[in-house]
């Protein structure tokens, strides 16, 4: 690696000196300082040059080109500036897109956070936002990652995708996909879960597509992340506390309001916290048919991490037991095999407890 950013190796020089003399590179200025070069570059030679300055200052720099591609789910900067990728068959190394350095990492996880409307610095050094086009960023800073900056970006699925689609890349046996249909038709409150990188969500996505059009559904997510493909779905958000530290919304809040939206459907894109209680509470009150995600490393602790869950909310384990019974039925458990991600159980609650 050198010492110079990658980021800055593709601009003509001529052009990097007017940019270091003027104005903060918003888009409409990348665009005039590559016009006024026309003449030397020629009309392809200045739409590149604008689409690369404006990946390189103002956007994803060497990241763009996998943040673009459909196949990748997940990129991830490490400190030292080696980019690995995620297209759905574990963590693979990108050298071509390698930042130079620290440095280089650093000022990358800055703007990013700044493009997601967050503060990352000294005193605020971890970032959890979200980029255009619905990809999650998350950032950390040293000392609390002590080799340099990380960055890790996860990006939505372009297209949701059908059971069928799932099933003929060989994530579910055919059995499995009648199996799945059932629970959605039957109105049977689910859980699908995995570790992470499993592809929860996806299947989530595919299996609320299959909701009747005469239902509302109601998704409560911490960061959009489910394509759902349902003609009467209603999006809840979660927010941070801005810079003074005051704003946030977290999923409690959410769930709850919610319910007051009548929902058909309730959805938690991932239950990890205190919403727990919130969410048992609703599918043991006649809220037919809900459904969220789950870490869990196998279909048997489900129980446990209800349980564990529940302890945040402040329920003791018999009352999680208790309403865990009747408001979950169906456990649905991914895994990563060599071959990819594949379902590994469909399990009444009561046979994994």
Known sequence: MTGRPRSARGIDGAIEERIRAGT???????????????????????????????????GLGPLAPLVGDDA?????VNGDGRVWVDRG?????????????????????????????????????????????????????????????????RIPRRMARTLADLAASGMMTPGQRDRLEDIVRARRSFVVTGGTGTGKTTLLAAMLAL????????????????????PHTVRLQARQANVEGVGRVDLVDLVRQALRMRPDRLVVGEV????????????????????????????????????ALGALAGMDAHAVATQLRSAIEWVVHLRRGPGGRVVEAIEPLGGVA
């Not at 990748?72 to 991830?76: A, K, Y």
């Not at 050298?95 to 990352?120: F, N, Q």
């Not at 909701?211 to 759902?228: F, G, H, K, N, Y």
């Not at 509470?281 to 209800?306: E, I, S």
Request: proline share 4%; net charge negative.
């Open 211 to 230: 909701v009747p059009a005469s239902e509302r559904v109601l998704v409560v997510e911490d960061v959009a992340e489910i394509a759902v493909d349902h």
């Open 24 to 58: 903060t590179p918003a888009t409409r200025v990348l665009q005039d300082v590559a016009a006024a070069d026309r003449a030397r570059l020629g009309e392809t030679g200045t739409l590149a040059t604008a689409v690369r300055l404006a990946d390189d200052l103002v």
């Open 89 to 153: 068959r574990g963590v693979q190394r990108s050298v071509e897109h390698d930042l130079d350095g620290p440095e280089a990492v650093r000022r990358l996880a800055v703007r990013l956070a700044g493009l997601a409307g967050r503060r990352l610095d000294e005193g605020q050094p971890w970032v959890d936002g979200l980029l255009d086009g619905g990809v999650r960023l998350h950032a950390i800073l040293p000392p609390l990652a002590g080799d340099g900056a990380h960055v890790s970006l």
């Open 72 to 76: 990748v789910t997940d990129v991830l």
């Open 272 to 307: 990890r916290g205190a919403e727990v209680r919130e969410l048992l509470l609703a599918l043991n009150t006649g809220h037919d048919g809900g459904c969220g995600t789950l870490h869990a490393n196998r279909a048997a602790d489900v129980p446990a991490r209800f349980e």
